[in-house]
Each structure stands twice: as C-alpha cells, then as structure tokens.
C-alpha cells in the first residue's frame, strides 16, 4: 500500500493553537508537522538542520506542541488524524470489494447514523457550553449566551483559552470590586472577543486571601458612615 500523499487539516484548530505564535513560529510549526507526516516522528538535532537559523529563536515554544518519546518528537494530534485517515482508506478498499453487500447494509443503516451523528454533535456542543457556563462567574441570561457560544462554535482548544482567560479575569480588581458588580453579562463577553482582551490587572490580594475576604473588603471601602 503506498503511502498517504495528505492529511486532513482543520484551519479554525491551527488557528486557535498557533494564537499568540510569530509569522516565524508558524511557518517552522508547519515545516516540522510536514516533515513528521513523511517520516512519522523528528529528532531535535533533525529540527535544528531543518529549521536552521531559526531554530535558536522557536525551537523553545515549538517543542511543547510536539511529544517526546525517548530521542523523538512527534505531534499526538497529527498522528491520531493520519491513523484515522489509513482507517477510513481501508474501509473504503473493503467495501469496494463488496460493493452490493456493503451497499445494502449502507442504505439499512444509513439514516440511523446520520441520526446518531447529528445527536452526538449536539451533545457535544452542549456540553462544550456548559463548561464555558460553569466557569463564567455572571450566571445570567442564559439563552442569550448560548446564542452568542454556537455562534462562535469554538473547538477545544478556544475554549481552552477562554476559560482561562475567564479565571485570570476572576482575579482582576474590576471583577472582583463590589461583589462583581462590573462583570460582564456572558452573552456580552463572548460578543466582545473577551478572550482576546489585554491580561488584566490583578488585584493585590488575590492568591492571599479568599476572593469572599476580598469582596468583603472591596464592600467596606464603598461604605460611608451616616452623616
């Protein structure tokens, strides 16, 4: 069987994994999943011929996409997606050579598959959802959230970066003063690209103290004795 000439590549996960990367960064991030693709792993002292001059100025943040197994790197992603494209060609190769078996079986079964399929990805959606609403403090309106998360629809790895942007945010001043008050509603958030924002500025005690101790604090400083 001759070896594979492509592998499936999804634009809106390279996007959300190379978020904050360099023009640098990326291009050698793809010259290395290449060159993995034609010889199923690298060794760093491949990386460095290869990337070159480069290779003093990535190589730190590019080796954490890539794990390490003895002297080899290999990206775990890059390897599932191969594995389950040499699956998908074999069934294929089988079914053609059972093509009136393998048809009939297809037309039984067909619509229930597409059922189930349709079923899973709304189950995953959902619970994507509900780990972005768990995380988000404001639990308020919703239906108006999830309208503005499907929109979005973000894979695991936005939704990575937004829940921790979410609890860096948690330890801000303006999240934190007069019992998050000037929280954003959730809906609004995700409308804003709150992800995106600069990092916050932390508050002082956060990390010393309870963020309950810090509210109550923050409560007290807007207290005026009666004149």
């Known amino acids: 069987m001759s070896k594979d000439p492509a592998f499936l590549f999804y634009p809106n996960d390279y996007l959300g994994g190379t ?5 640098e960064e990326k291009g050698c991030y793809i010259d290395l999943l290449i060159f993995q693709f034609n010889n199923d792993h690298f060794t760093e002292a491949q990386a460095k011929h290869m990337l070159s001059t480069s290779f003093a100025s ?3 943040v590019l080796k954490n996409k890539f794990k390490k197994d003895g002297d080899f790197y290999f990206n775990e992603r ?6 389950k494209r040499k699956l998908f060609t074999e069934s294929r190769r089988i079914n053609a050579l059972h093509p009136k078996k393998q048809q009939k079986a297809y037309a039984k079964h067909m619509g229930n598959e597409n059922r189930n399929r349709n079923n899973n990805k709304l189950k995953n959606k959902l619970s994507t959802f509900e780990q ?10 919703k239906g108006q959230a999830e309208k503005a998360f499907f929109k979005i629809n973000p894979d695991e790895q936005l939704l990575a970066i937004m829940i921790a942007k979410i609890e860096q945010a948690k330890k801000s001043e303006d999240w934190i003063k007069e019992k998050g008050k000037y929280i954003q509603y959730p809906a609004t958030w995700l409308e804003a690209k709150g992800w995106e924002d600069e990092e916050p500025e932390t508050h002082p005690l956060a990390g010393k103290v309870s963020d309950k101790t810090i509210q109550n604090i923050e409560s007290f400083k807007e207290w005026r004795p009666p004149v």
Not at 19 to 23: L, S
Request: positive net charge.
């Open 19 to 23: 978020m904050g990367m360099t023009f």
């Open 58 to 60: 990535v190589w730190e």
């Open 78 to 83: 890059l390897k599932i997606e191969i594995d």
């Open 132 to 141: 972005f609403w768990k995380a988000y403090p404001k639990k308020k309106s």
